[in-house]
């Protein structure tokens, strides 16, 4: 189970009538294990943001096309922040730098990191995803990256969060695929 004691920056974030402390923490923070489980939970939750099960862990970690979402390398200069609330994960949100010989769903260019976020069912709709994209903003403005790509499918509603932080359809790229500029 991951450290739930760590320094970590405290965020509010309302929750069904009352304020609580969120907690975000550098996803490199944990171990490679944990981090492990925690993505390929986020990356299930995100293939079935329908309720609709298409998706399981094994289905996840057996397509490579979304297996490689469940595996940080800090050293091509992937990172996240998680989201905790009483030391529970309740949100996830991390860049990888994938590049054209394996390009993600949101892939525009090598150089260009493709963002997944996930709030797990129960605390979505209380600013928790919208606090994820911010920092992760902040973190990758410090990392001098200029633009951050995702994919969202037809029809998700986070698609109205993405385009009110910023993002817009990738022209020339995969239907779905969005990026945004980001300022120094």
Do not use: Q
Not at 59 to 88: C, K, N
Not at 109 to 126: F, H, I, K, Q
């Amino acid at each position: 189970m991951p450290p739930s004691d760590p320094a970590g920056d405290h965020r509010p974030a309302g929750r069904r009538g009352g304020e609580v402390t969120v907690e975000l923490r550098d996803l490199e923070f944990y171990d490679d294990d944990d981090t492990a489980v925690l993505l390929l939970e986020a990356t299930r939750l995100n293939v079935n943001w329908t309720g609709e099960e298409r998706v399981d862990d094994a289905g996840v970690l057996a397509d490579r096309s979304l297996a490689h979402y469940t595996v940080l390398h800090p050293g091509r200069g992937d990172f996240g922040l998680v989201a905790e609330i009483g030391g529970r994960a309740v949100g996830v949100v991390w860049l990888l730098f994938l590049d054209a010989s394996d390009p993600g769903y949101g892939y525009v260019a090598d150089g260009v990191p493709e963002l997944s976020v996930c709030v797990w069912p129960g605390y979505r709709g209380v600013g928790i995803g919208r606090l994820l994209l911010e920092e992760a903003f902040l973190a990758a403005r410090k990392r001098d990256i200029r633009r951050v790509s995702l994919s969202v499918e037809n029809g998700n509603p986070a698609t109205r969060l993405y385009r009110d932080v910023g993002f817009s359809d990738a022209t020339g790229s995969a239907p779905g695929t969005m990026i945004v500029g980001l300022r120094p």
